[in-house]
């Protein structure tokens, strides 16, 4: 592990001093880019107006025209968090603007596959819906939009995923990623493309005089759910990101937030008061995730948009038992695919450029949780796979990958499409996560073009192992409150939490639950307690570590101690 240290430009560092800005924040804020108040303004205000993101307008129109002749419509959701918030938005966001005809359909993950197909199409229009609405999928659903304007429904694409060759050809398409779109933001979650076309729509029909500026639906109200997604997904919290975000929370910790957020929160052992992006990607959503994976998205969307807090509770405690259930899968099955991982190389040797994971008893539903760890263990791009289990289909494999910085997983599955047309029969995704499937009796063929790819783009760099860090911590900032100020901001994908990096002196250290090592450690001449969660190899006296800060508590004292992520090589 490289630890290396990032640079703060001071002008910017002193812009935002002036600005009132803490000094310690300051610092953080201009090691990540930004430049001057302005970027820190959260407010609705600053958000990006609709009118830029290319498709809103005509989509507005589409479902002002649908919902004033009282057409009946039907979102097609997706099955993961992003999919579910995204979902949830449309169907209050679509309530609260006039439509009285409304409902949903979200594919089963073993049954259907990923986004919009001829059969869920065929399934819309049996439901006498007639407008289609897509929500995080459909932009690579060439097929199925094509059968659903066969069938006679109109079509909305919105969707944030990268497109294929040609686009579908729905009525409209909403996606930062499209050809030709000039929204500033291309990092936008499905859920922010669902609740950008509702600004779009309110504003439409504000010029229809159906609402005036004085009696429109309040929007914001939304933005807790958009928040939830947007962090979840882990799309790159860019300027706008972060003020959906900022403004998400801030509903939250009021209060102001949907009944089965709230028991979602319970659940979890959080407090919604002082919640943080954190909860959001750690808590809230892998038990919405966990749905999708293992059962049946019905359930997370049920409790998204239900208003009834006992149902809101009970949904809430069964997302929470399938999420046990998912972590217990993950574990057997992360143990098993490590050492298949790990088999592929000798002990001492680099791992192979790419890695690919197959056992006929994984479950489709953890594959991504489980490359994702894989990932993490060796720094490689990842793909682990698992038979499919829909009938008629059980000799196809159906993976998710998760990749390192510097390897853009959509592409390199696009150029291996190319180079070996037929052995993909499906693909799609983003630069760090991607998904494909396959024939199984293809999967050699399938590793070996993969590694083919990657050995042409990773280099030397590419392949080392690096942390970004904040450098040294002064001595003045070892407080708890400090803990609170900083986990009150936004951060996540993109605008790193604030990681510290010096050398310490290790004091003490034992392990804890067999798993854990804790720690004393001297931080420029006083002590503080440390932790390493997953490490059990001692630590010698002095060593550069990595760490960030954090709150612990017992029997209600709050103690300041030092979250290790890693020690730099040689240390």
Avoid at 138 to 166: C, F, K, M, N, Y
């Amino acid at each position: 592990m490289k630890i290396q240290v990032r640079d703060v430009p001071p002008r910017a560092v002193w812009a935002l001093e002036q600005g009132g800005v803490h000094p310690l924040l300051a610092r953080l804020y201009a090691a990540r880019g930004v430049q001057g108040m302005d970027e820190l303004d959260d407010g609705l205000g600053r958000l990006l107006p609709p009118e830029s993101l290319l498709g809103a307008a005509p989509a507005a129109r589409l479902l002002a025209d649908a919902i004033a002749s009282g057409r009946r419509l039907c979102i097609v959701a997706d099955y993961d968090c992003d999919g579910a918030t995204a979902c949830a938005v449309g169907m209050r966001g679509l309530r609260l603007l006039g439509a009285t005809q409304l409902g949903y359909l979200v594919p089963d993950r073993v049954v259907d596959g990923y986004g919009l197909t001829a059969p869920i199409a065929r399934r819309v229009k049996d439901s006498g819906a007639e407008v289609l609405i897509t929500v995080d999928n459909g932009i690579a659903s060439v097929e199925g939009v094509a059968e659903a304007r066969r069938l006679g429904l109109q079509v909305l694409v919105t969707d944030h995923h990268l497109p294929g060759p040609g686009l579908p050809d729905a009525d409209v398409i909403v996606n930062p990623n499209q050809p030709g779109c000039n929204f500033e933001s291309k990092s936008l979650a499905g859920v922010g493309v669902m609740f950008y076309v509702l600004l779009a729509l309110r504003s439409e029909l504000r010029q229809r005089g159906v609402f005036t500026p004085a009696n429109q639906p309040r929007l914001d109200a939304l933005l807790p759910l958009v928040a939830l997604g947007t962090v979840a997904d882990v799309v790159r919290l860019d300027a706008n990101n972060r003020r959906l975000v900022a403004q998400g929370l801030k509903r939250v910790r009021a209060g102001a937030l949907p009944a089965g957020m709230r028991s979602l929160f319970t659940v979890a052992g959080r407090r919604s008061a002082v919640a943080t992006t954190f909860d959001f990607g750690f808590a809230l959503g892998p038990r919405i995730n966990a749905a999708g994976r293992l059962s049946d998205m019905t359930l997370g969307i049920e409790c998204l948009i239900t208003d009834d807090p006992a149902r809101a509770d009970e949904l809430a405690a069964t997302l929470d038992g399938i999420n046990r259930n998912r972590r217990e899968i993950e574990g057997d099955m992360r143990e098993l695919a490590m050492q298949i991982a790990e088999s592929l190389f000798e002990e001492g040797e680099e791992p192979p450029p790419a890695i690919c994971v197959f056992d006929p008893d994984f479950h489709e539903g953890v594959v991504g949780i489980v490359a994702s760890r894989i990932k993490d263990r060796l720094h490689r791009p990842t793909f682990v796979f698992a038979a499919s289990q829909a009938p008629g289909k059980e000799h196809e494999l159906k993976g998710s990958g998760r990749s390192i910085p510097g390897f853009h997983l959509r592409d390199a599955l696009d150029l291996v499409a190319k180079r070996h047309p037929g052995l993909l029969l499906r693909f799609g995704g983003h630069a760090m996560a991607a998904g494909c499937t396959l024939d199984e009796e293809n999967l050699e063929q399938f590793e070996q073009a993969l590694s083919e790819v990657a050995q042409e783009w990773l280099d030397a760099a590419t392949l080392q192992r690096r942390l970004d860090t904040d450098g040294a911590l002064a001595p003045a900032y070892l407080r708890i409150d400090l803990v609170d100020t900083l986990q009150r901001e936004v951060w996540g994908q993109g605008f790193a939490p604030p990681t510290f990096s010096e050398e310490l002196e290790v004091l003490s250290q034992r392990l804890v639950g067999e798993k854990h090592l804790a720690l004393k450690l001297k931080h420029k001449g006083q002590p503080v307690d440390g932790i390493w969660f997953g490490r059990t190899e001692p630590l010698p006296r002095r060593v550069v570590l990595a760490f960030r800060l954090d709150a612990d508590e017992w029997q209600g004292v709050r103690r300041l101690r030092f979250l290790v992520e890693a020690a730099a090589e040689g240390g």
